[in-house]
């Protein structure tokens, strides 16, 4: 998921498979050798993720967690820091960083840098030193990718090999988070791109000069045949197939002192085809959106069901660049007064889908933290409101024939959502956003889509409406989650598979408080060293967003994530643990106790 990617939510038993995973829910999984925990032999942990396999996955990392390649193997989860792991992990709670790889850093306003310190001695499970050369080599790959850190980098630096320095001309907020949290790259891997985009770094060029374009398209057909890791574990490439793989301790990685397990399987699959599993007991956690219906037969098997913010959620996305009606805010705004919010996220998720309030693109949990009275008072709520809707269509030009509502060029109003089918929760929303706009009039079709196929045809135009994330799990600071509404499958990424997304333009945009460049505001609302001074940012691209509505936030999703304790595993998390304030989808929570050693095998 990627990024980060950060959703799968749950909805009503709805039976949603795609063809391969139909396949998956009928299968009992392979018992990996020495399967159990205890004493006296080896020790596997169970989980799950959604992944493909070879040939159609592949094992490209590069511009992880921020821009990564589509359809890597298991690219865009969770479990991609125990092979490559990042500098650091952020405690929500406590709002600091635990470190993996690095062993300090230090900001440093007035000489412009960022430098990390990087721990001595770790080693690529190909034999070779990690060093800075690695650091430079990842932050040079996230330049193909078009990863938002480069608003803020203005040069890099390796004096020697357990030192970086990233230089910045504003001291950004957020740059520690893009740089600290990169899963690091091998250079015996990746420093030829890397090399190619220096050279347009240094010529003072984009990747939309010279060489770029070219070398954004090459790189993602660059399919390695294996990843160089330097993390606790590595695949075991012979046990990758279409419902399980495993990840094998890799002795000289950075953790592997640490981590308890031998080995790690991860069973493929979505929502579906995870809930048998979890159903018999034979994965340990898991953090797909199960069904409400789910839960109640979880805890009778002896699961515990850990309910973590997400910090993020479902939106509406509609191709403004295609349906000129979709480009006037006041469609926008209509649509968002007929979805009933809290219908939606209680048919998705239950209890753990809450309808989003302040609409401002960033979590209700943070608005108070981040916005002053004086700010949340000009939020419009956008409530349930059909009648102020059919205002807005009307003002926009739409009419009324009988119960059909007919679009400005006159033509009857009927248009296709589609959504990832897999994503339990997605799916459910989707289906019912399409149900609530047939209700009022607006004719929609609702069709599910193999969830990493989604992201791509939004990226590309290819969709008329659509299911995607609002929000962002990667940090508690809003600029994340503007990068994710505004910049993901938008234009400014979306040219990375050649199209404009959901097509809103951020330059010369119209607002009540003026004419303003929306890409430069969501840089800015992460630049700054002055919390003050943060806010004010945040605050404008908040009313920006809230005003102009360029995607339609519908609920915010908590996990409802299984975890089996006292069986294989002892040690997951209590509902009164701070660290279940971490994102799962991020800094999550178990991978962190792994690091540290805290989960570990049920002796016996």
């Not at 945009?509 to 609302?525: F, I």
């Not at 304030?581 to 999550?588: F, I, S, T």
């Amino acid at each position: 998921m990627s990024m980060t990617w950060s959703r799968r939510d749950v909805l009503r038993a709805v039976g949603l498979t795609t063809a391969a995973g139909a396949g998956l829910a009928a299968c009992s999984p392979a018992e990996p050798e020495g399967g159990g925990g205890g004493a006296g032999g080896s020790s596997t942990f169970h989980g799950a993720w959604p992944y493909m396999a070879p040939p159609e996955g592949h094992f490209n990392f590069g511009g992880q967690p921020y821009s990564g390649v589509p359809t890597a193997t298991i690219g865009d989860g969770i479990y991609r820091d125990l092979l490559i792991p990042p500098s650091a992990l952020w405690l929500w709670a406590e709002q600091e960083w635990e470190y993996l790889i690095a062993e300090s850093h230090t900001l440093d306003a007035a000489a412009k840098t960022l430098t990390v310190t990087i721990k001595p001695d770790l080693t690529w499970s190909d034999g070779s030193a990690l060093t800075s050369q690695d650091y430079l080599t990842t932050f040079y790959v996230q330049f193909i990718q078009r990863s938002p850190a480069w608003d803020f980098i203005t040069g890099l630096e390796a004096p020697d090999d357990t030192t970086v320095v990233v230089s910045f001309e504003n001291p950004p907020a957020v740059l520690e988070r893009y740089v600290l949290k990169s899963n690091v790259l091998s250079t015996a891997q990746y420093g030829e791109w890397a090399d190619r985009a220096q050279a347009i770094v240094e010529a003072g060029g984009t990747m939309d000069d010279g060489d770029g374009a070219a070398l954004g398209t090459e790189f993602q057909a660059f399919k390695p045949e294996n990843v160089i890791v330097s993390g606790p574990y590595d695949f075991d490439y012979d046990t990758i197939t279409n419902t399980q793989l495993t990840m094998v301790r890799n002795e000289s990685g950075y953790g592997a002192d640490k981590v308890t397990f031998d080995s790690v399987v991860l069973y493929n699959g979505e929502t579906t085809e995870i809930t048998s599993l979890v159903q018999s007991a034979d994965v340990d956690y898991a953090t797909h959106g199960f069904a409400p219906a789910s839960e109640d037969p979880f805890e009778g098997a002896g699961y515990t069901i850990l309910r973590p913010p997400v910090y993020s959620g479902p939106a509406l996305y509609l191709n403004q660049d295609r349906f000129p009606e979709f480009a006037d805010v006041r469609t926008r705004k209509a649509f968002a007064h007929i979805i009933d919010r809290a219908v939606n996220g209680q048919i998705s998720l239950a209890e753990s889908g809450k309808a989003v309030v302040n609409m401002v693109g960033f979590s209700d949990n943070f608005v108070d933290q981040w916005l002053t009275d004086d700010v949340k008072g000009k939020l419009d709520p956008y409530e349930l409101d059909l009648d102020k809707a059919a205002s807005l269509l009307e003002e926009a030009g739409w009419t009324k024939d009988g119960e059909t509502w007919m679009t400005p060029q006159g033509s009857a109003a009927a248009y296709e959502i589609q959504f990832p089918q897999t994503f339990a929760d997605w799916s459910a929303s989707g289906k019912d956003v399409a149900e609530q706009l047939t209700a009022f009039g607006i004719a929609v079709t609702a069709r599910g889509l193999d969830d990493k196929q989604a992201p791509i045809d939004i990226d590309k135009g290819d969709f008329e409406m659509a299911i995607q994330a609002w929000g962002s799990s990667a940090h508690p600071h809003p600029h994340f989650s503007f990068v994710q509404d505004l910049f993901l499958h938008n234009i400014p990424i979306a040219k990375n598979q050649g199209g404009k997304g959901y097509g809103f333009p951020l330059q010369d945009v119209e607002t009540s408080a003026g004419t303003v460049d929306l890409e430069a505001l969501v840089a800015q609302s992460g630049e700054g060293l002055d919390v003050e001074e943060q806010k004010a940012n945040v605050s404008t691209v908040a009313l920006a967003f809230n005003e102009l509505l360029p995607i339609i936030p519908i609920f915010e999703r908590y996990g409802n994530n299984p975890a089996l304790e006292g069986v294989r595993v002892q040690g997951f998390p209590t509902a009164d643990d701070p660290v279940l304030e971490n994102a799962p989808y991020a800094d999550n929570f178990v991978v962190l106790k792994m690091f540290r050693g805290e989960i570990s095998p049920v002796e016996g």
